[in-house]
């Protein structure tokens, strides 16, 4: 491996817009002085841990500290992963944030360490710089010859102008191909990469916007370009060092980050690639962009895991690392010692633990409310009365498990918004947790392998303890 390899154009995928559990999150809902907003960016509550976590972001922004790790702790429903969720979004696209739950260690492909070191440089981002020159201007004119019989590469010449001059370049197959491609015609202005060969459109020129042929609603003028057609531009890529790792151990480059198959990574490999990426930085080519670490799930990481975080922690390339943890005080894995979180001490005292409280009647109708808009379901005040008095009493989750499957039944009557009578069915058809554990001591006698005692008999809370 004589050179380390960057490939800038691993992140131009098509992203798919799903609704989520948490996509109507947007941010921490903070304002300017950290103090958090009663409801905003889709968060609701949780003022302390919201603003507790709006101080780790200020943090993780300058970029200055690194190895410090924090622990979101709550009971289930409280909010932990949705704050995680608020700092990614709050973060922006070019500070890395890798989200992994603890129990996708336990793999026989790859090792458990393989799998944290994995993780913690997925979460550390490379600022690189670099000049390249580029061929910027409107396009005069596009001439392309076709051979006759088909079998000849087609050749052609291009005219390219800007206020000050106008030149004409000989075209080979590659290039028509990308000009085709990328649909360009007389009156675009665009910028040709010359290492490369990529094509952009920067839009239609100013000149031209009186063409209503060629224009349609989406059609971005921009100024003919002055000055020279040829110029050094200073380009900036993030990448991240896992993906630099791939790229470098494996036979077909970058394209093994599409496969998945990433597998073990040498160590000699990240060796070499943090040394270039040491040079990088003396030189100036090249910054640490410190990420986040989220593990959801902390509790089910073992004795190892544990250990292996106490030392990565402690190197100076560490992201950020923030875990959320559902456990009171419980066995570590792996040993016999019991410990609050099943985290052992030692890792504890290097956490901020931030604490989640549950959420109040209002607040919960005010997450069903953005709930509702998310998942563009029309609801009664009645029936957002129900479905409110429900989370409270049940579970928050299973009140917001309950908002489709009411519209589809509020569909099947053809009704127009959901009434108190869809939430009653829904309510009936599906069980929450008190009501399933009720039925199961009722009819624990015909169950297979029941392992009930006398003892968890007295109610559905005790028998959820054992």
């Not at 569909?411 to 829904?426: A, F, L, S, W, Y």
Request: hydrophobic content about 40%; overall charge negative.
């Amino acid at each position: 491996m004589g050179d380390v390899k960057v490939q800038a154009e691993v992140r131009d995928l098509t992203r798919i817009e799903r609704i989520g559990a948490h996509s109507h999150i947007r941010g921490l809902g903070l304002d300017d002085a950290l103090e958090a907003r009663k409801v905003s960016q889709g968060m609701v509550g949780q003022a302390k841990a919201r603003k507790a976590a709006g101080v780790i972001l200020q943090m993780i922004k300058e970029g200055k500290i690194a190895g410090r790790a924090v622990l979101l702790a709550g009971a289930p429903g409280t909010g932990k992963t949705a704050i995680a969720m608020g700092m990614a979004k709050a973060l922006g696209e070019e500070t890395p944030f890798a989200s992994m739950a603890a129990s996708e260690l336990f793999s026989l492909e790859m090792s458990k360490t393989e799998g944290l070191t994995q993780a913690f440089r997925k979460a550390i981002g490379v600022r690189i710089k670099e000049e390249t020159e580029i061929i910027e201007g409107e396009v005069v004119e596009i001439e392309i010859d076709r051979p006759e019989g088909g079998q000849a590469s087609k050749t052609g010449k291009l005219t390219l102008k800007t206020t000050e001059m106008e030149t004409i370049y000989d075209l080979g197959q590659k290039m028509i191909e990308s000009l085709v491609k990328e649909k360009v015609s007389a009156g675009d202005v665009i910028t040709i990469d010359k290492a490369s060969g990529r094509i952009s459109r920067l839009g239609r020129s100013f000149t031209r916007s009186r063409d209503y042929d060629a224009m349609g609603p989406q059609t971005r003028f921009v100024q003919c370009p002055e000055g020279e057609l040829q110029k050094r531009k200073e380009v900036v890529h993030v990448v991240t060092l896992h993906e630099i790792d791939v790229i470098n151990s494996r036979s077909q480059g970058f394209l093994a980050l599409f496969s998945g198959d990433t597998g073990e990574i040498r160590h000699e490999v990240r060796e070499q690639i943090d040394q270039k990426v040491a040079e990088w930085r003396e030189e100036g080519k090249a910054e640490i962009v410190p990420g986040v670490l989220f593990i959801d799930e902390v509790h089910m990481l073992d004795i190892e895991c544990f250990s292996f975080l106490n030392r990565a922690l402690e190197n100076d390339m560490a992201p950020v690392l923030v875990v959320a943890t559902n456990r009171g005080i419980t066995k570590i894995r792996g040993t016999q010692y019991k410990s609050p979180h099943g985290i052992p001490i030692d890792l504890l005292d290097r956490l901020l633990i931030i604490s989640t409280e549950p959420y109040s009647e209002k607040e919960i109708r005010l997450i069903l409310d953005i709930r509702c808009e998310e998942e563009d379901v029309e609801m009664t005040e009645d029936g957002k009365e129900l479905l409110t008095r429900i989370g409270f009493e049940t579970s928050l989750r299973y009140a917001i498990q309950l908002i489709t499957a009411a519209a589809i039944t509020c569909q099947r009557r053809k009704g127009t918004e959901v009434d108190i009578e869809d939430i009653g069915k829904v309510y009936s058809m599906f069980v929450d947790v008190k009501r399933s554990t009720q039925f199961l001591i009722e009819y624990q006698e015909q169950y297979m392998f029941n392992e009930m005692t006398a003892d968890t008999t007295a109610g559905p809370a005790d028998a959820m303890e054992s």
